[in-house]
T-cell receptor, first 113, second 115 residues
Framework: AQSVTQLGSHVSVSEGALVLLRCNYS??????LFWYVQYPNQGLQLLLK??????LVKGINGFEAEFKKSETSFHLTKPSAHMSDAAEYFC???????????FGAGTRLTVKP | DADVTQTPRNRITKTGKRIMLECSQT?????MYWYRQDPGLGLQLIYY???????NKGEISDGYSVSRQAQAKFSLSLESAIPNQTALYFC??????????????FGPGTRLTVL
């Protein structure tokens, strides 16, 4: 079975600063990895995903994440935070051969002016 | 128009009442899911369905039941609501596993409060 650990339930950065949200996964088979964002009073929206191929994946709104198999990590980064990035972010993992998706507990990002 | 819709968006009810949350999708996906979101716990899977005749329990199915009325409709019921079922509920859909069809698509959520 797969599982995800997100390090830090709350992250606060200043506008213009680097955003780094950490995600480590556990999977006995090759994983597919996802980052979702949830804005207040909305559902989850896909930011980016890793399936196969290039380990550095780019998503919407300037976010990117790198799949590091040796570290079992899939950390989300953005070079320069914007006020509109304030939201809750969820990392998720599923096996390549089924739809059983497991979510992390989420990280709430606050962006200070 | 939204691809995955949920009704109602908000509901306040009393302990012991029967509640049904509805989900409809226009994405043509066979697979549908119901999740519950609680602060600090992320999303937990309640039930999932791979087609109209296939219903499966998730991590936290106790106290819930589901009905897959059609490919496009998947309902979640609380037969006798209790306060610890107060949460945000999400419906999601997905295509068959395969290249490029890997993610789940979420509805806007239903905020349920049980008094």
């Amino acid at each position: 079975a797969q599982s995800v650990t997100q390090l830090g339930s709350h992250v606060s950065v200043s506008e213009g600063a680097l955003v780094l949200l950490r995600c480590n996964y556990s999977s006995s088979v090759p994983p597919y990895l996802f980052w979702y964002v949830q804005y207040p009073n909305q559902g989850l929206q896909l930011l980016l995903k890793y399936t196969t191929g290039a380990t550095l994946v780019k998503g919407i709104n300037g976010f990117e994440a790198e799949f590091k198999k040796s570290e079992t990590s899939f950390h989300l980064t953005k070079p320069s935070a914007h006020m509109s990035d304030a939201a809750e972010y969820f990392c998720a993992v599923r096996a390549y051969n089924n739809n059983d998706m497991r979510f992390g507990a989420g990280t709430r990002l606050t962006v200070k002016p | 128009d939204a691809d995955v819709t949920q009704t109602p968006r908000n509901r306040i009810t009393k302990t012991g009442k029967r509640i049904m949350l509805e989900c409809s999708q226009t994405k043509g996906h066979d697979r549908m899911y119901w999740y519950r979101q609680d602060p600090g716990l992320g999303l937990q899977l309640i039930y999932y369905s791979f087609d109209v005749k296939d219903i499966n329990k998730g991590e936290i199915s106790d106290g819930y039941s589901v009905s897959r009325q059609a490919q496009a409709k998947f309902s979640l019921s609380l037969e006798s609501a209790i306060p610890n079922q107060t949460a945000l509920y999400f419906c999601a859909t997905s295509d068959l596993p395969g290249q490029g069809n890997n993610e789940q698509f979420f509805g806007p959520g239903t905020r349920l409060t049980v008094l």
